[in-house]
């Protein structure tokens, strides 16, 4: 887990590393998969999963699904902000041209 900007949300979000995104994201399979409940019952199990990995309350499943360290790529050299996608050649917070 590691606090990053998230450009989608406008804000600094804990984000989820390859091991526990692997784990929400069974649990976000899970909402989906066969058995009784609403959907804000079925998604409890993986926002509970986040809010004790992170300490962060969240309430959308969705959110989580995209707040994973590896879509962001690694943070721009000069204002710190990840730099959207791990492809991406210029920092669109700030224009900096990524160094390769
Ligand atoms: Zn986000
Ligand atoms: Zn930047």
Redesign the pocket.
Known sequence: MKVLW?W??QME?PMLDEEEFAEAYRLYHNMFGPGKGKIEERAQPLLDFYEKLTGFEETNAN?IM??RISLYGPPCENCGKPYRTPKASFCAACGNKRLT
């Open positions: 998230c989608r949300c979000i959110a995209h707040h």
